[in-house]
T-cell receptor, first 111, second 115 residues
Framework: SQELEQSPQSLIVQEGKNLTINCTSS?????LYWYKQKYGEGLIFLMM?????EEKSHEKITAKLDEKKQQSSLHITASQPSHAGIYLC???????????FGTGTRLTVIP | DTGVSQDPRHKITKRGQNVTFRCDPI?????LYWYRQTLGQGPEFLTY????????KSRLLSDRFSAERPKGSFSTLEIQRTEQGDSAMYLC?????????????FGPGTRLTVL
């Protein structure tokens, strides 16, 4: 079965600092999704990566998928309190149906 | 607002009672998914529909769970004879198969507490 490991499990940074969250899969990924979740709420779609070596950016968030399509990183530049939340990576295992999620990384940004 | 909506947002019930949750997907989306999320974990897939057909069910979906999407629009998830282990956030998501990739849009979730 698919396994997704996220690291670190939690992260506390000072506002303005850069940070990176990693997501490692035990299998080759058909698609890798990054979501953000505020505590007790639904998931907000951030980015989806499909091709090996692909990189996407939105505002201050950049996500990359390595060439072997088994590891992805999410990088936040100049973090702000609004970036705080739980970041989840989700894997499309078959290219068709359900997503398999990691356990998440809880980000706290101290003003 | 044309996002995914779920009702109720919170449900507290006693063990042994039945509960039903509703999900209204984005109107043009033909796929609808149910996930369960417990504290400190990522969402776990339960089941999904393409239009009105339920195409896949997880092993997590015991016989006490049933989901329907009768007209290919909204969906209901019923849990019979609830147990304390059913306490979780139940998330619904929808997507459009016609897109190049399976981006799923999530609703706000229904938080179930079984006493």
């Amino acid at each position: 079965s698919q396994e997704l490991e996220q690291s670190p499990q939690s992260l506390i940074v000072q506002e303005g600092k850069n940070l990176t969250i990693n997501c490692t899969s035990s299998k080759t990924l058909y698609g890798l999704y990054w979501y953000k979740q505020k505590y007790g709420e639904g998931l907000i779609f951030l980015m989806m990566l499909q091709k090996g070596g692909e990189e996407k950016s939105h505002e201050k968030i950049t996500a990359k998928l390595d060439e072997k399509k088994q590891q992805s990183s999410l990088h936040i530049t100049a973090s702000q309190p609004s970036h705080a939340g739980i970041y989840l990576c989700g894997a499309d295992q078959t290219g068709a149906n359900n997503l398999f999620f990691g356990t998440g990384t809880r980000l706290t940004v101290i003003p | 607002d044309t996002g995914v909506s779920q009702d109720p947002r919170h449900k507290i019930t006693k063990r042994g009672q039945n509960v039903t949750f509703r999900c209204d997907p984005i109107s043009e989306h033909n796929r609808l998914y149910w996930y369960r999320q417990t504290l400190g974990q990522g969402p776990e897939f339960l089941t999904y529909f393409q239009n009105e057909a339920q195409l896949e069910k997880s092993r997590l979906l015991s016989d006490r769970f049933s989901a329907e999407r009768p007209k290919g629009s909204f969906s209901t998830l019923e849990i019979q004879r609830t147990e304390q282990g059913d306490s979780a956030m139940y998330l619904c998501a929808s997507s459009n198969q016609g897109l190049a990739y399976n981006e799923q849009f999530f609703g706000p979730g229904t938080r179930l507490t079984v006493l």
